[in-house]
């Protein structure tokens, strides 16, 4: 079983920045892809962003140029990196990676963490 384990999140103000971290660990299975999900009261979950291994980067709209994800795959660690926050940003954030296992695909999820976006 592979565990994920968030760092980061909180209350900042409008324009503030905030860093999230994820680790993942017990996977005997090489780790495709990772990225953040969030969900906020009323709303779907979304993708925020995702990156694979070779670093290629997917951002939903909404967060493209304030947003920055990067991983390092050695240790298996996934960041995300938040700026100029907005109120709509106020969500629980998912860390997620996806395994390949025996020719499925596994997803992996975080506990969440709470990032509360006001003045």
């Known amino acids: 079983q592979v565990q994920l384990v968030e760092s980061g999140g909180g209350l900042v103000q409008p324009g503030g920045s905030l860093g999230l971290s994820c680790a993942a660990s017990?996977?005997?299975?090489?780790?495709?892809?990772m990225g953040w999900y969030r969900q906020a009261s009323g709303k779907q979950r979304e993708l925020v962003a995702a990156?694979?291994?070779?670093?290629?980067?997917n951002y939903a709209d909404s967060v493209k140029g304030r947003f920055t994800i990067s991983r390092d795959n050695a240790s298996n660690r996934v960041y995300l990196q938040m700026n100029i926050l907005k109120p709509d940003d106020t969500a629980v954030y998912y860390c997620?990676?996806?395994?390949?296992?025996?020719?499925?695909?596994?997803?992996?999820w975080g506990q969440g963490t709470q990032v509360t976006v006001s003045a």
């Open positions: 997620n990676a996806v395994t390949n296992e025996f020719g499925y695909r596994r997803d992996y």
């Open positions: 017990g996977s005997i299975f090489t780790i495709y892809g």
């Open positions: 990156v694979t291994r070779a670093g290629s980067t």
